[in-house]
C-alpha cells in the first residue's frame, strides 16, 4: 500500500527514512523512492520500482550523509502500471509546483479531461498528476488557499503533501480519509507519516490530523486549519512499546505471533474480566451503551469477518440477539434497515481497511449507531465510530492474520456475555464459560506445544494439492478461517463447506488425493459430525482430525484439549494457523508477505 514520511531534521535523513520504508514494508508496495535536501538546498532523489532492500543498497554507498531533511514514499499500483513514469512525486506542467499522494481519486477521470481540454498534458497514468495539474490551473500565488480551492473538486480519499519551488519555504499537506499524523521529538524534529507505527523510538508526541484538515508549514512552523481557520488539536504522547514490531528469535513474525495469543488474549481480558468475582467490567463495555438491541451487524473483509461471523453465533446463541455478519462488498449494495435499537459493529485489525471505512461512512450518513472494534489504536475506524474497543493485541505484521484473529473472537465473546448477563441468563451457564475463559490462556499453550507434531503432519500434508476444510456450528467460521490461512499463505488450493453439506454435493469433490481436515471437538455438534467421519472413512479417504478426544482412527491426529463448545473455537483456530504456517514453511513461502496481499488495504 502506499506510506508517506517527511523527516526534518537535524540527523541523516537518509538512514531514518530508509528504517521507516523498511518498517513498513510487510504491508507490501510495488515500487519506493526517497527524495532529501541538505543545509545548502542540494538535492537528491533515488527511487526502485521493486524492493526496499534494493533502494537501501543504491544509498548504502553514499558517501555524503549531510541530507537533513526528505520525503519517503512507496506507491501500491491502482492507476496504471509500476513503472519510473508513475511512481511519485509528479510534477505539474510548468514544473513549479510536485506533489506526492496517498490513495486515489475517484473522479479523476473526468478531472483528467477538463485538465486536456484545458491543454494540460499528462506523462504518467496516475490520478495523482491530476492533482498537481489542478493545483496549477488555480494557482493564485497563494498556497494554501490554492490547496483548499482543489480541495473542493478532487473526490477522495487522499493524503497529499505539495511543494511549489516558488516558495522554497513553504509546505502544504491535505487529507481526507486517508491517515495522517504530524509527531515530533524532544530533539527538535519533525515528522508527518501516514503511519504511527513507522516512527517508534524517534517520536515522542504526535497530532492526529482530521479529515479537510490543511496544514500549512514555513519553516518549521506549522499551522492546522479547519475550516478556513487556524485550529488546535489534541498532542498526544507516544507509546512507543506498543508500537515497535520485532521478530526475536523467531523464523517468521507469523510464527511469533501465533506464539504471543496465550498473552495478547491475557491482555484482552485484563480490566475486562474480574475472575474473582466472576464479573465483566461494565464501563470497558461502554461502547454498547444501554440500548436493547434488537439486531446487530457486523461489517468487516476477509479474516475479520469470521471474527464476526463467529461473534454473531454468540450474540445469538448466548445474547438471543438477532445478528448476522456481512463482508462489506456485498453490505454496501443493500439496504441497511437501521432502526434505533440496531448496532453495526466494525472489525478491523488495521484499523484503516479502506472498503470497511466506506461502509462505516455510509452506515453513519444514515443515522446507524456504530461501534468499532480494531487492533491499531488511533487508527481511522477508531476515529469515526461513535464508540470503539481496542483489541490490544500489540503490532501485528505477519499479513495473515492469526492473534488478530483470535484476540477480537474473544472479545466479541466477552461482548455477547455481557449482553447476554443484561437479558438474564443462565447463571450456571455463564459461571462455566467463565472459569474456561480464565484458563484458556493455558489451553492455548497446550496446542502449542504440539507444533512439532503439526510440522509432521505438515510434512506429509504438502504433497496434496486440495484439501476440505469441514466442520458445524461454532466451528463453521474457524474452518472458513483455517482454509482462508491455509491458501492464502500455503498457495494450495482448500474449501470450506458445512459438513452437512457433505452428502448433498461435495462427496463428488473429494477422492483418496484430496484430505479433509474435520474439526470434530467433542461440542453439541459431534455425534452428527461423526457420521459424517465415518462416511469419509468409509471411502478410505485421507482425513486429518483435530479433537480433544481420540474415538476412531484417522489419517492424522491433532489433540486439543477438552472444554466447552464456547471455548474449542479458539483451539481449532490455533492448530489451524499452525498446519498451515508448517505447510508454507516446508514450501518454503515468504510466509509473512504472501503473493499479492497487503497487510492493510487502504484503497478501494
Ligand atoms: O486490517 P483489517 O483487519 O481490516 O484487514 C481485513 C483483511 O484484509 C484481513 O483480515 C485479511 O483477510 C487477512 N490478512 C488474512 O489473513
Known amino acids: ?57 543504491k544509498l548504502q554507498s553514499m558517501k555524503d550523509r549531510t541530507y537533513i531533511k526528505g520525503i519517503a514514499h512507496t506507491r501500491w499500483a491502482t492507476h496504471g502500471w509500476v513503472t519510473e513514469e508513475n511512481t511519485h512525486p509528479h510534477q505539474s506542467n510548468n514544473g513549479k509546483r510536485s506533489i506526492v499522494h496517498n490513495w486515489i481519486i475517484e473522479n479523476y477521470s473526468k478531472l483528467k479531461k477538463e485538465l486536456i481540454w484545458n491543454w494540460f498534458t499528462f506523462s504518467s497514468e496516475t490520478d495523482t498528476e491530476v492533482i498537481v495539474n489542478l493545483l496549477e490551473k488555480h494557482f493564485n500565488w497563494d498556497m494554501l488557499e490554492t490547496a483548499q480551492s482543489v480541495q473542493k473538486i478532487i473526490r477522495w480519499a487522499y493524503a497529499v503533501l505539495i511543494v511549489n519551488s516558488e516558495f522554497p519555504d513553504e509546505m502544504i499537506w491535505i487529507r481526507l480519509w486517508s491517515p495522517l499524523i504530524y509527531a515530533s521529538s524532544k530533539q527538535w524534529e519533525h515528522f508527518f507519516s501516514s503511519d504511527a507505527q513507522a516512527l517508534a523510538w524517534y517520536a515522542d508526541n504526535m497530532v492526529y490530523l482530521e479529515d479537510w484538515d490543511v496544514i500549512h508549514i514555513v519553516n518549521d512552523e506549522y499551522n492546522i486549519y479547519a475550516n478556513w481557520e487556524v485550529t488546535k488539536r489534541n498532542i498526544e504522547d507516544f507509546d512507543q512499546e506498543a508500537l515497535e514490531a520485532s521478530k526475536w528469535d523467531y523464523k517468521h513474525f507469523m510464527l511469533k505471533e501465533i506464539y504471543e495469543q496465550p498473552n495478547t488474549i491475557k491482555r484482552t481480558m485484563k480490566w475486562r474480566v474480574n475472575f474473582d468475582a466472576m464479573s465483566l467490567h461494565s464501563e470497558t463495555f461502554h461502547g454498547m451503551g444501554n440500548e436493547d438491541y434488537n439486531k446487530i451487524v457486523t461489517v468487516a473483509c476477509g479474516t475479520m469477518n469470521h471474527v464476526g461471523w463467529l461473534g454473531t453465533y454468540r450474540l445469538q446463541n448466548l445474547a438471543k440477539i438477532s445478528a448476522y455478519s456481512e463482508i462489506w462488498s456485498e453490505y454496501e449494495n443493500k439496504p441497511f434497515f437501521i432502526n434505533p435499537q440496531s448496532l453495526h459493529i466494525f472489525l478491523s485489525q488495521s484499523g484503516e481497511t479502506a472498503d470497511t471505512l466506506e461502509t462505516l461512512k455510509m452506515v453513519k450518513e444514515q443515522w446507524g449507531k456504530t461501534l468499532g472494534i480494531v487492533n491499531v489504536v488511533w487508527s481511522s475506524i477508531a476515529r469515526e465510530t461513535d464508540d470503539w474497543m481496542y483489541v490490544r493485541a500489540g503490532t501485528e505484521i505477519g499479513v495473515a492474520s492469526t492473534k488478530a484473529f483470535v484476540t477480537p473472537s474473544v472479545l466479541m465473546l466477552l461482548l455477547s456475555l ?54 458445524r456450528w461454532y466451528q463453521y467460521p474457524i474452518a472458513a478461517e483455517n482454509s482462508l490461512k491455509f491458501k492464502e499463505i500455503t498457495y494450495l488450493h482448500s474449501e470450506a463447506y458445512a459438513a452437512g453439506e457433505l452428502k448433498h454435493w461435495s462427496l463428488a469433490l473429494i477422492d483418496e488425493n484430496f484430505p479433509t481436515i474435520f474439526n470434530l471437538p467433542h461440542d453439541e455438534m459431534y455425534e452428527q459430525n461423526l457420521s459424517n467421519l ?59 508477505k504472501p503473493r499479492n496481499l497487503a497487510k492493510s488495504v487502504t484503497v478501494k
Open 1 to 57: 500500500m502506499c506510506w508517506i514520511f517527511w523527516y526534518s531534521w537535524s540527523k541523516d535523513a537518509i538512514s531514518i527514512l530508509v528504517h521507516w520504508l523498511e518498517r513498513l514494508e510487510y504491508r507490501w508496495y510495488d515500487s519506493a523512492w526517497i527524495y532529501v535536501n541538505n543545509w545548502k538546498d542540494k538535492t537528491f532523489r533515488a527511487r526502485s520500482v521493486w524492493k526496499v532492500s534494493e533502494l537501501a543498497t
Open 418 to 471: 455481557f449482553l447476554w448477563k443484561r437479558r438474564w441468563m443462565r447463571l450456571s451457564k455463564y459461571q462455566q464459560i467463565m472459569r474456561e475463559l480464565q484458563h484458556l490462556p493455558s489451553y492455548i499453550e497446550t496446542v502449542l506445544d504440539q507444533s512439532d507434531h503439526i510440522r509432521s503432519i505438515a510434512m506429509d500434508l504438502l504433497w496434496y494439492k486440495d484439501f476440505f476444510f469441514l466442520w
Open 534 to 592: 465415518q462416511e469419509i472413512k468409509a471411502r478410505k479417504w485421507k482425513i486429518c482430525v483435530i479433537w480433544d478426544r481420540r474415538v476412531e482412527d484417522a489419517d492424522w491426529q491433532i489433540t486439543i484439549p477438552e472444554t466447552i463448545d464456547e471455548i474449542y473455537p479458539f483451539l481449532t483456530a490455533v492448530a489451524g494457523q499452525l498446519l498451515a504456517y508448517h505447510v508454507a514453511d516446508l514450501l518454503w513461502n515468504d510466509i509473512d
